[in-house]
């Protein structure tokens, strides 16, 4: 562990030890166990198998963020996670169960007002853990792959054939990037939507597109940085690490998590002071993450659901293209805008994240609303300047009552937006699902949210120049609270510096002139 968790540093040998023991063979053939023979009917089945040898994995897996999607945070005592807040893209997944929960590390989860079902044998063990690239959840299964042969997308004529779960369980072994890209990268209702840094040009990148993921670097999986203990999953968006004050985690200090830059490259990482200095203020994304979607992928930059509902002459819905192919409209989900090698937006943060939850009552005269806020400021010791995606949009609001709606936007029956696209009848659907007063009443507000930066790391060459921050129009133009040479003007700096300047220079020409006076007159 010692020696991956230093592999980070530009280190030849470290980074041959890192490849050693990341490719290292496992200490078990799964093709040899009896309890993985099989044939297994369904997913549940499997883990059966698995739980007879890994015993805690169940229990262990259930503790985590990834199976309850909540995460109470300690500081701003909010509680988040999937089940309660509304992003700016589907929503929430509260009455959108059947689909969302095709990307739960469990079975069976159909409602979320409940907790996650209680049967250990309800945990999937082979969506992180498939190595054969076969295994895949079935869109609309509340989690478990398709045991027949079932068409998608539905009237496509594609018919998915079911997996050999066998056969699979049988090769199974550490996650790779596609695993975790399975569902992180198609977040948000396609390849590279949510966050901007994570699509699935990750799954094999080029060295120009991330140094640390590239067959061509260090080929580092999620789980090298992402190091999980105890299937608890290091380096969560609802409590990021803004500024990692205690350098290389090694064994005997710090939490052992790598979720950090500074967790292998240390606090001071260049060889150049000045660059180091920059450390204290500034986040290593900032210089060394210069532009997201790089890898061939768009992502979503605008979402308006108002504009949802439009159908053709005959009555059919409607699907709009752009010029580079990207879908810009459809009658289901309203007007969309991607972007590619999007420069981020700066903002001062410490790690603190609020969110404005389902029962927050909105202040409907100051737009948009911020689905959430980050924190932190120049004069606060713990801040840095880091990079962010900002997602926009128009989502539907409660103008009564002031509060963002849940709408069901999936689903079989005649309520979903989908079929009808009656919104009123799909804010009705969604909100007695989610538990939440709807007073009958809505319109559409504009949104943003705001999501952090960290994948995606360019070659050293790449990174940022001084001069595309210190310049008057550089990236951070925008950012105030502080003074930046290059970019900021103050009289009396400019005053006080041309006048030391000045000084300067006519002490030189004071010295050169009494330099050349002196030696004529020794010449004399």
Avoid at 95 to 122: F, I, K, L
Avoid at 228 to 246: E, F, I, L, M, N
Avoid at 472 to 480: H, I, K, P, T, W
Wanted: hydrophobic fraction near 35%; glycine fraction near 10%; include cysteine.
């Amino acid at each position: 562990m010692l020696l991956i968790g230093l592999a980070f540093a530009p280190t030849p040998a470290l980074a041959a030890a890192a490849e050693t023991l990341e490719n290292a063979s496992s200490t078990a053939d799964h093709d040899k166990f009896d309890e993985l023979a099989g044939p297994f009917d369904t997913g549940p089945a499997v883990t059966h198998a698995c739980l007879s040898c890994h015993t805690e994995a169940a229990n262990q897996v259930r503790q985590s963020t990834h199976w309850t999607w909540e995460f109470a945070h300690p500081q701003t005592g909010q509680m988040l996670g999937k089940r309660h807040v509304i992003n700016s893209f589907c929503g929430t997944v509260a009455s959108n169960e059947p689909r969302c929960t095709s990307c739960h590390v469990g079975y069976d989860w159909t409602d979320t007002r409940d907790d996650p079902p209680v049967a250990q044998t309800q945990v999937d063990c082979l969506v992180c853990h498939d190595t054969t690239g076969e295994y895949k959840k079935f869109p609309t299964a509340a989690g478990h792959p398709n045991y027949e042969p079932m068409e998608w997308p539905k009237g496509s004529g594609n018919v998915r054939k079911p997996p050999d779960l066998a056969d699979i369980a049988r090769k199974v072994g550490a996650p790779s990037r596609a695993n975790c890209g399975a569902c992180h990268f198609y977040g948000g209702g396609g390849d590279g939507v949510k966050h901007g840094d994570l699509d699935s040009s990750l799954v094999e990148p080029p060295l120009e597109l991330d140094v640390h993921m590239s067959p061509d670097g260090l080929d580092f999986t999620c789980a090298t940085c992402h190091n999980a203990s105890g299937h608890q999953v290091p380096g969560s968006r609802y409590a990021v690490k803004a500024r990692d004050t205690a350098g290389i985690d090694i064994p005997g200090r710090g939490d052992q998590s790598r979720a950090s830059c500074e967790s292998c490259h240390d606090t001071r990482p260049h060889t150049k002071d000045k660059l180091n200095d920059h450390t204290r203020k500034v986040a290593c994304q900032t210089c060394h993450v210069p532009a997201f979607a790089r890898g061939g992928v768009a992502t979503k930059m605008w979402w308006d659901w108002s504009t949802a509902g439009r159908l053709d002459d005959e009555g059919n819905p409607i699907e709009i293209l752009d010029e580079h192919g990207h879908i810009s409209y459809t009658s289901q989900k309203g007007d969309f805008r991607y972007a590619e090698n999007v420069v981020p937006e700066y903002r001062w943060f410490d790690g603190q994240v609020r969110y404005t939850l389902r029962s927050d009552r909105l202040n409907t005269e100051s737009e948009p609303v911020r689905i959430n806020r980050v924190e932190g400021s120049y004069e606060d010791p713990g801040s840095r300047i880091w990079p962010f995606k900002v997602m926009r949009g128009k989502q539907p609001y409660d103008t009564r009552n002031r509060t963002l709606l849940v709408s069901h936007v999936f689903g079989k029956d005649d309520t979903a937006l989908w079929t009808n696209f009656d919104w009123n009848k799909a804010l009705e659907a969604g909100t007695e699902f989610a538990n939440q007063p709807y007073s009958g009443e809505f319109g559409f507000i504009e949104t943003q949210m705001y999501w952090p930066i960290t994948h995606m790391v360019a070659p050293a060459e790449q990174a940022l120049r001084c001069d595309d921050c210190h310049a008057r129009q550089g990236r951070l133009a925008g950012l105030g609270g502080f003074y930046m040479p290059g970019r900021d003007r103050s009289v009396l700096l400019d005053l006080v510096g041309w006048s030391l300047a000045l000084l300067i220079l006519a002490g030189a020409v004071l010295h050169a002139g009494l330099r050349i006076r002196a030696r004529s007159a020794k010449g004399r």
